[in-house]
């Protein structure tokens, strides 16, 4: 039986974050976390590339392009989605998570969801470097074994 099980090594792996600056402070710290595990795996800062986009919304196009490219081992998409008086961060979240899943179908990118859809502010900032811990870090992990095993799949082929 031949196992395939990546480890946490981000080293000569290349990544591009995408980052919504609606909710900005919050999606920094996410991004803060993501790029730290990413450095402390063994990336260069020369193979981490970070664009910013206007909100959740615009989360998928960008990773696509990103994708597309053919440079990248994987695609890290930040965003925060907070409740307000409708439920208007429900569709955003949603079109944001459908999109970013399309994105990693279609071009065979591993495409990982950091988008926090929070009922309050509080939410988030527990999940950004609060009590909860912070999704950047998690999500950072998890796009370095993504990386590597589409690697050895691909290499396998």
Sequence with gaps: MHEVKPEHDARGCRFALVAARFHEAHVERLVRAATDVLRQ???????IELV???????????????????????????????????????????AASAGLMR?????????????????????????????????GADIALAAIQMARLRRA?????
């Design 153 to 157: 799949v691909i290499a396998r082929a």
């Design 103 to 135: 994105v990693m179908l279609d071009t065979g990118v591993p495409v990982l969801n950091g988008v926090l859809a929070a009922y309050d502010a509080a939410q988030a900032e527990a999940r950004s470097g609060g009590a909860r811990g912070n999704r």
């Design 52 to 94: 910013w986009v206007p909100g959740s919304y615009e989360l998928p196009l960008a990773a696509r392009w990103l994708a597309e490219r053919g440079d990248v081992d994987a695609v890290l998409a930040f965003g925060v989605v907070i409740q307000g008086e409708t439920e208007h961060f429900r569709l955003v979240a949603d």
């Design 41 to 47: 795996r063994g990336a260069d800062d020369a193979a």
